[in-house]
């Protein structure tokens, strides 16, 4: 039974950083300048659903991801768990969030330890919250991302596995404790475009099959009709535009939302 309660909501959130101090700080005596990567985002995530941010480099994405899952602590505002304020937390309460709420990284080269091989990448976070019956859950998260026979995997280590099938492992490794929010940071930026669109359909199927939310985070608007039904435009730390995916890829609004649409690439040679 779905519940009244958004699984996740940012209420105004902040995240400012403060720049080094130059020469001219310290001859004029005057502060150094902060930079708001993240400037006052509001957004609420339903359970099951999948919500993309788009917006190039620099925009605050990153950031905005980085201190949902507590890498960085907030400026302002705050982030709110199933009606639970994060500034509320106490150390069990952050153990209970981070099992729930899962990322998976950009590159999927170094997201990997290389020393260690499938079997026990997947087994981590089972060992660190207590979680039995390993071999079962492990096997079973390989079949869900595609990685079958098991047995052919379980003993790789990265340096043996494709870009595409170490990103499928981080995708298991966020799935494999049946989590309730999956944060993707441009989870298929760095792979080749024949596998970005299986990867990205494996991973809408696999949001509905573990009834799993999602934040997912990319440059590119033409990856998130793939995996999202709404879409939020952030522009130097703001969300600009807020609107179902196909309503911003046919009649986008705001100025920078239309430069990002007519930056798609056209599959047309002659065009």
């Not at 608007?221 to 039904?229: F, G």
Request: include cysteine; proline fraction near 6%.
């Amino acid at each position: 039974m779905a519940s009244d309660q958004p699984v996740l909501e940012l209420t105004g959130l902040e995240k400012h950083f403060t720049g080094n101090k130059n020469i001219s700080d310290i001859l004029l005596r005057r502060e150094p300048s902060r930079i708001q990567a993240v400037d006052g985002v509001s957004m609420t995530i339903e359970e099951n659903e999948s919500v993309a941010v788009i917006g190039e480099s620099g925009c605050g994405k990153s950031t905005l991801l980085r201190t949902l899952i507590g890498l960085h602590d907030p400026t302002g505002g705050d982030i709110i768990y199933k009606g639970t304020p994060v500034s509320e937390f106490d150390k069990a309460d952050w153990k209970a969030y981070r099992r729930n709420v899962h990322v998976i990284f950009q590159d999927p080269f170094n997201s990997l330890n290389p020393k260690m091989t499938v079997r026990e990448s997947l087994a981590e976070p089972l060992n660190i919250h207590g979680i039995g019956d390993k071999d079962a859950r492990i096997r079973e998260v390989l079949e869900r991302v595609e990685l079958q026979p098991a047995e052919k995997y379980l003993d790789r280590r990265p340096m043996n596995l494709s870009g595409g099938e170490k990103q499928r492992v981080s995708i298991g490794r966020a799935l494999i404790l049946e989590p309730d929010v999956v944060l993707a940071d441009e989870p298929v930026s760095m792979l080749d475009v024949s596998t970005q669109a299986a990867v990205l359909t494996m991973m809408k199927e696999l949001i509905d099959d573990f009834n799993v939310s999602m934040i997912y985070i990319s440059h590119d608007l033409s990856t998130v009709s793939y995996i999202s039904e709404l879409v939020k435009v952030m522009y130097l730390g703001r969300i600009v535009e807020s609107a179902p995916t196909e309503r911003i890829l046919q009649d986008p609004k705001h100025p920078y939302t239309q430069a990002l649409v007519d930056a798609i690439p056209i599959p047309d040679p002659e065009y």
